[in-house]
């Protein structure tokens, strides 16, 4: 059974920052492409960050381009978003994706494995 589980949200004031950790089980990372998301109240999902083991790139939004860090911990089967300066605007549910196919996708669909996701609270 395929399980990706996060942790590390909660509340911060503005200009702090936090650690999130995408653990998973059932599955390698390594060989799929994680993706992180969020979602805001009464917001569509949006792409935050995304890393592919096998092209070894990552990708950020614009937003949190120089502020957010994705980084890997094979041996821990795992993945981090590492999030500094952060803003109100940062406020929302934050979820790790895998996909199966390797390749970083800003799309909701292209992901086929999701953790049930952790609050991130930014107060001004």
């Known amino acids: 059974q395929v399980q990706l589980v996060e942790s590390g949200g909660g509340l911060v004031q503005a200009g702090g920052s936090l650690r999130l950790s995408c653990a998973a089980s059932?599955?390698?990372?390594?060989?799929?492409?994680v993706g992180w998301f969020r979602q805001a109240p009464g917001k569509e999902r949006e792409f935050v960050a995304g890393?592919?083991?096998?092209?070894?790139?990552?990708t950020y939004t614009d937003s949190v381009k120089g502020r957010f860090t994705i980084s890997r911990d094979n041996a821990k089967n795992a993945v981090h978003l590492e999030m500094n300066s952060l803003e109100p605007e940062d406020t929302a549910v934050y979820y790790c994706?895998?996909?199966?196919?390797?390749?970083?996708?800003?799309?909701?669909?292209?992901?086929?494995?999701w953790g049930q996701g952790t609050q991130v609270t930014v107060s001004s």
């Open positions: 994706a895998a996909n199966r196919w390797g390749g970083v996708s800003r799309q909701v669909v292209a992901y086929d494995y």
């Open positions: 890393h592919s083991w096998s092209a070894g790139g990552t």
């Open positions: 059932g599955l390698t990372l390594s060989s799929y492409a």
